[in-house]
């Protein structure tokens, strides 16, 4: 079983749709939650993290972690062209070596 | 702030020559950067940690005398990509960590570096 799992899609959406994006992990002594943003041919851009279980709100973004069911998510409200990317979660522990576990990535497309 | 910046983008070259990327913070010391790799339609693959002044540590798999990375100073690490073949060729990605503390272990990404080997 792979350490974090997330559907690779593609999700194709009309704009103005909210777009919920998923993982799935394994380890429990994962604490920190991130969300990253990735354009064709370019490196990952941070969008959100989130440490422990909760909610996080940035603009039209929600990020939700639940630890209970070792599932996490990413909201985009009101969905725009500009957001087709592929989003990649990534989890790490409590240690301070920095290594981050990334999810296979989930292709978004938002038609206009 | 917080750019990093990978050089060159992209590289074409012959099955058996060597390849040197990269990698710098522009803005802020990293004393840990990361090398990934990653493939079409894939997630990123870490292959190594580079911290600033020693060895780097490689993750499983990944052979250290053909993936050689040097950490010279807090801005820049290098990965160099010795005898090329075909089945190396992939999409190169470093990332760096601030020497500052952070609690989220924040990493910055580079652009990448788009390697083609003939």
């Known amino acids: 079983q792979k350490e974090v799992e997330q559907d690779p899609g593609p999700l194709s959406v009309p704009e103005g749709a909210i777009v919920s994006l998923n993982c799935t992990y394994s380890?429990?002594?994962?604490?920190?939650f991130m969300w990253y943003r990735q354009y064709s041919r370019k490196g990952p851009e941070l969008l959100m993290y989130?440490?422990?279980?909760g909610n996080k709100e940035d603009g039209r973004f929600t990020a939700q972690v639940d630890k209970s069911s070792k599932y996490i998510s990413l909201f985009i409200r009101d969905s725009q062209p500009s957001d087709s990317a592929t989003y990649l979660c990534?989890?790490?522990?409590?240690?301070?070596?920095?290594?981050?576990?990334f999810g296979q990535g989930t292709t978004l497309q938002v038609k206009p | 702030g917080a750019v990093v910046s990978q050089h060159p983008s992209r590289v074409i070259c012959k099955s058996g020559t060597s390849v040197k990327i990269e990698c710098r913070s522009l803005?802020?010391?990293?004393?840990?950067m990361f090398w990934y790799r990653q493939f079409p339609k894939k997630s990123l693959m870490l292959m190594a940690t580079?911290?600033?002044?020693?060895?780097?540590?490689?993750e499983q798999g990944v052979e250290k005398d053909k993936f050689l990375i040097n950490h010279a100073s807090l801005t820049l690490s290098t990965l160099t990509v010795t005898s090329a073949h075909p089945e190396d060729s992939s999409f190169y990605i470093c990332?760096?960590?601030?020497?500052?503390?952070?609690?989220?272990?924040?990493?910055?990404f580079g652009p990448g570096t788009r390697l083609t080997v003939l």
């Open positions: 990332s760096a960590k601030p020497a500052r503390t952070s609690e989220n272990n924040e990493q910055f």
């Open positions: 380890n429990s002594a994962f604490q920190y």
């Open positions: 989130t440490y422990s279980s």
């Open positions: 990534a989890l790490h522990g409590s240690s301070n070596t920095g290594k981050l576990i």
């Open positions: 803005d802020f010391q990293a004393t840990t």
């Open positions: 580079s911290n600033e002044g020693s060895k780097a540590t490689y």
